[in-house]
């Protein structure tokens, strides 16, 4: 294989015990969302029926689409997404992202360097948020002696980012994008905290007033969780908009069975089928355990 045709290392994100591997909204239209993801986010479509679609970089399938007669738009409020956050390999391919956004008139909500990265945040034709981020190499962030890391909101320099962008046609989220994060909207940090710390076995990262970061391996989050729209919310309800469910992967057997054990001591159902272990958290959101 020829120097130039080497696949990118797999992101920091993916090499930890455990990682978000990918996510399934349910939307209303779905040519019309799918099509955003397509030419504005970048994603190539992998697989098409009448009521969904497979989506994904270099053949790597990120984010599901699907829809039914049933779907009813979620409140602002649900518990649900908050944001999928698409990683992307570079500062160039964020870089690259953001001209091409800027080109197509996209409306961005927000920019911020977050320290450990850098973002930009935005939202498809039905409200489910997006982020497209970059991460900074491990060896540049702040380590607490707790093991938590350091992460802060400042301001994201966009033109500084835009004139950095390669003078090339865009065709698409780089090789190695992956879906580094997710980030839910739930009902209470105390439960989240006891949910996905307590019984998953995730780190606490960090901490902000009304959310929790949570990881595997020292990244800075793989799972978030906050109730800055959502306070109090109850479970979802069956046919919302919004998050279905997403995957976590585990790339530690230790850290599975450790999941696993917690599920099992809490008394959390759980589902044995051929793609991992299934279960709803206690917001009525999907979550597949995956090795």
Request: charged share 20%; net charge negative; proline share 5%.
């Amino acid at each position: 294989m020829a120097e130039t045709d080497k696949l990118p290392s797999p992101a920091f994100a993916l090499t930890r015990p455990a990682h978000v591997e990918s996510a399934h909204l349910v939307v209303q239209d779905l040519a019309r969302v799918a099509d955003f993801y397509r030419d504005i986010i970048g994603l190539s479509v992998l697989e098409r029926t009448p009521s969904g679609v497979l989506m994904g970089v270099a053949g790597v399938p990120l984010l599901t689409l699907s829809t039914s007669a049933m779907a009813a738009r979620a409140p602002r409020s649900a518990a649900g997404l908050f944001h999928n956050a698409f990683l992307v390999p570079d500062r160039p391919a964020l870089a690259a992202w953001l001209a091409h956004a800027a080109h197509a008139g996209v409306r961005l909500d927000g920019a911020s360097d977050h320290l450990v990265s850098e973002a930009i945040y935005l939202s498809d034709p039905e409200d489910n948020g997006i982020e497209i981020y970059r991460d900074r190499q491990p060896s540049e962030w702040t380590y607490h002696d707790d093991g938590t890391v350091e992460m802060a909101t400042e301001r994201l320099d966009l033109q500084a980012l835009y004139d950095s962008a390669p003078k090339t046609r865009f065709s698409g989220m780089a090789d190695g994008t992956a879906l580094g994060h997710i980030h839910l909207q739930v009902g209470d940090i105390p439960q989240a905290d006891a949910f996905f710390r307590d019984v998953l076995g995730l780190k606490v990262m960090a901490r902000y007033p009304g959310a929790s970061f949570f990881a595997t391996g020292g990244y800075h989050h793989h799972v978030a969780a906050n109730i800055w729209n959502s306070r109090g919310a109850e479970a979802r309800r069956i046919g919302m908009t919004g998050l279905s469910d997403y995957r976590l992967k585990f790339n530690a057997e230790s850290e599975l069975q450790t999941a696993l054990a917690g599920l099992e001591r809490q008394e959390i159902k759980t589902t044995r089928t051929s793609d991992g272990w299934s279960l709803r958290d206690p917001w009525g959101i999907g979550l597949t355990l995956t090795s």
